[in-house]
C-alpha cells in the first residue's frame, strides 16, 4: 500500500512564499515520477507541476511557470514545491500523485493529466490573502 501525506499548506499574504512536502511510503521512490495539483472552489482539478523519477526533468503549467519549483529527495522520499510571489489565485488544495507509468505517457501534457497518476495524497490547503 503506497501511502502519499502532504503538509506545509497555510495561510500566506499575498507576494510571500510557501514549500509545500510530500511524503512518500515505498520502498521504491525514485521509480515513480511525481506531480503536483491543486484545485480552488468550483474549478477542476489543475496540474501545476511534474518531476520525473530521477529529478532530472520537470514541467510547469503555464500559471506557475517562473514561480514555482518542485524538486525531491529521493534518499527521503520527499516532494516539495517552492512556492514564491503567491497570489490570491493561488488559494487551492494542493495535492501531490505518484505515477509509475512509462515516460511516453508524461510528453505532450500527459504529465498533468490526473488520470496518468495511480496514487493520491489527501491535500495541504493553500489560502493567499489580498
Known amino acids: 500500500q503506497v501511502q502519499v501525506v502532504e503538509s506545509g499548506g497555510g495561510l500566506v499574504q499575498a507576494g510571500g512564499s510557501l514549500t509545500l512536502s510530500c511524503t512518500v511510503s515505498?520502498?521504491?521512490?525514485?521509480?515513480?515520477?511525481m506531480g503536483w495539483f491543486r484545485q480552488a472552489p468550483g474549478k477542476v482539478r489543475e496540474g501545476i507541476a511534474w518531476?520525473?523519477?530521477?529529478?532530472?526533468?520537470?514541467a510547469y503549467a503555464d500559471s506557475v511557470k517562473g514561480r514555482f519549483t518542485v524538486s525531491r529527495d529521493n534518499a527521503k522520499n520527499t516532494l516539495y514545491l517552492q512556492m514564491s510571489s503567491l497570489n490570491p489565485e493561488d488559494t487551492a488544495m494542493y495535492y501531490c500523485?505518484?505515477?509509475?507509468?512509462?515516460?511516453?505517457?508524461?510528453?505532450?501534457?500527459?504529465?498533468?493529466?490526473?488520470?496518468?497518476?495511480?496514487?493520491w495524497g489527501q491535500g495541504t490547503q493553500v489560502t493567499v490573502s489580498s
Open positions: 500523485a505518484a505515477s509509475a507509468v512509462a515516460y511516453a505517457y508524461y510528453i505532450n501534457g500527459g504529465c498533468f493529466h490526473s488520470t496518468t497518476y495511480d496514487y
Open positions: 515505498v520502498l521504491t521512490f525514485d521509480r515513480y515520477a
Open positions: 518531476i520525473k523519477w530521477d529529478g532530472i526533468k520537470t
